[in-house]
């Protein structure tokens, strides 16, 4: 824990600067796999937590350099076992070197089992011996065929940058904005494609939208994905909030009211399910529900308290203002296809508008714009919102979730929302004004004086048939990426889709669990 860490770090004075940089960092201990980024983005701490022996063959990545330490191998056998080291020879590049104080026989026959060659050497300190090793058995052609035998078509990702570092993104909401920042602030050129004349003009055109976990009773794969994306969010608000001052968002928690008490025994046990730490999510009476969300709470609720609401517009925005070597299109419906450069984005007329080794298909609800589009099961649901002039509500009060949301401190006024349903209308409508308004209602809110509406927005939703984004490689198309379907979670998802498209581009560890990878990929469908 954050306490247990502070502790420890006490002894360590001479770097007093460095503790409070990682104190600051320091994740909620959940299950999974944590970045934390120091230095401005040029170090970054892959902080694994969780049974070695299960997350070990969920990693994907290649390790130049490997230091075991699991105390004795009789008190502690699992670091030391046959399995972990088989995943640890998995994990190493070839050439890879690897430090241990252990020089046990067993230890040293089993590395050189699975293609180390090892040494052993004068220790340190009380230590009379240590053992070094080098993952040099396997020739290096044979390796990289090893791995992309073994690895998930899903998995199988670029071990270093590909030489030119230029991409096409396709869409400027949420998925578009944030791959361009990620990749450009690594020194990608990034041509930014868009049928609108700004960015956000679409879903992500909404004043306000909600960014919290969604936690589920057996911690399933949606819950996993949502609770990685949502603390990967939080870091992209630190990190633009030192460089931008328009930004609006409140981290006042979330209050996801319960409705009944069925409702309130679900919500109370998913306060208690694996996944669920107080840090993230916790229960509320019904008094200190309503205290905290100046509503009716008469079942009580369950609170998010580092959630809130972020204008997904103006992060947007924010983020395409700090992406270097930027080129925009904007007002320019394309066509993608491939060319000698490797693929053309072309303007409906046919002329060529950008081209480059990479593209990234970003663009929300629209259709894909490829003449042989794969066939992925999504459906463009409609929502609309509705803003009303005064909050019956203090400011800084929670995000108030139930049937539906109010979002008190939204700008442009209190924001209620969102309808579901598969019209094609774009136009608002009164009956949807009418659900939207019923939520204050539900809230207790009904006894003033009648709410002037100030604003109505309709948007498209693209939703994947197991509500699960598509982020990853597309099959059959080399060079070719997506990061759509994020249905009403782009707050949530679009970051860290964004964070795990430029893993895959650079190399670097993916963010994610191997079965997340896989559930979110664009083979998935094939």
């Not at 598969?422 to 409508?429: K, Q, W």
């Not at 009403?488 to 997340?516: F, I, M, Q, Y």
Request: aromatic share 6%; glycine share 10%.
């Amino acid at each position: 824990s954050s306490a247990d860490l502070t502790l420890a770090l006490s002894g360590y004075p001479e770097l007093a600067q460095e503790s409070r940089h990682l104190l600051s960092a320091w994740p909620p201990l959940t299950q999974g796999i944590h970045r934390l980024h120091f230095d401005a983005g040029r170090v970054t701490l892959y902080l694994v937590l969780g049974d070695m022996a299960d997350l070990l063959p969920q990693l994907t990545l290649a390790a130049d350099a490997v230091y075991l330490d699991g105390f004795s191998p009789r008190t502690n056998p699992i670091p030391w076992s046959e399995p972990v080291l088989r995943q640890v020879a998995r994990l190493c590049r070839h050439g890879a070197t690897l430090a241990t104080w252990c020089v046990a026989g067993h230890l040293r026959r089993t590395l050189e089992h699975h293609g180390f060659h090892t040494t052993r050497a004068p220790g340190f300190g009380t230590k009379r011996e240590r053992l070094s090793a080098c993952y040099d058995r396997i020739p290096e052609d044979a390796w990289c065929k090893i791995v992309q035998r073994l690895e998930q078509p899903a998995l199988q990702f670029t071990l270093e940058p590909p030489p030119q570092r230029h991409a096409l993104v396709i869409g400027a909401g949420l998925a578009g904005c944030l791959v361009s920042a990620a990749l450009g602030e690594r020194g990608w050129h990034i041509e930014l494609c868009e049928s609108r004349n700004e960015p956000a003009q679409e879903a992500s055109g909404n004043p306000a939208g909600i960014l919290r976990p969604f936690p589920s009773l057996d911690d399933n794969r949606a819950a996993r994905l949502a609770r990685a994306g949502f603390l990967t969010t939080l870091h992209w608000l630190a990190n633009l909030k030192g460089k931008t001052e328009v930004l609006p968002h409140g981290l006042n928690g979330v209050l996801r009211i319960a409705q009944d008490a069925p409702e309130a025994a679900h919500l109370f046990a998913l306060s208690r399910a694996p996944g669920s730490v107080e840090a993230l999510l916790h229960w509320l009476q019904r008094a200190e529900a309503e205290r905290l969300g100046h509503c009716a709470a008469p079942w009580g609720a369950l609170f998010y308290p580092t959630a809130g609401w972020l204008d997904p517009g103006q992060f947007c925005r924010a983020a395409l203002a700090q992406t270097p070597h930027l080129s925009t299109h904007w007002g320019q419906p394309v066509t993608l296809q491939p060319g000698p450069a490797g693929w053309e984005a072309r303007t409906l007329c046919g002329a060529l508008l950008a081209q480059a080794p990479i593209a990234i298909l970003a663009g929300g609800a629209h259709p894909l714009p490829l003449s042989n589009a794969p066939l992925w099961p999504r459906q463009r649901l409609r929502g609309q919102i509705t803003q009303i002039e005064r909050s019956p509500v203090p400011m800084g009060t929670p995000v108030l979730c139930g049937s539906g949301y109010v979002i008190p401190d939204a700008p442009g006024g209190p924001c209620l929302g969102a309808t579901y349903d598969r019209s094609a209308d774009i136009a608002p409508r009164s009956a949807d004004r009418a659900e939207n308004l019923q939520r204050l209602t539900a809230l207790g809110w009904d006894d003033g004086p009648e709410h002037s509406v100030v604003q109505e927005r309709v948007a498209f939703r693209s939703v994947s048939r197991d509500r699960l984004p598509i982020i990853g490689p597309v099959p059959g198309a080399k060079g070719l990426f997506a990061l759509t379907a994020l249905g009403s979670r782009g707050l949530v998802w679009a970051p860290l889709g964004a964070d795990l498209l430029c893993a895959w581009l650079e190399g670097d560890p993916l963010p994610l669990e191997k079965d997340l990878v896989q559930a979110v990929a664009p083979a998935r469908y094939r």
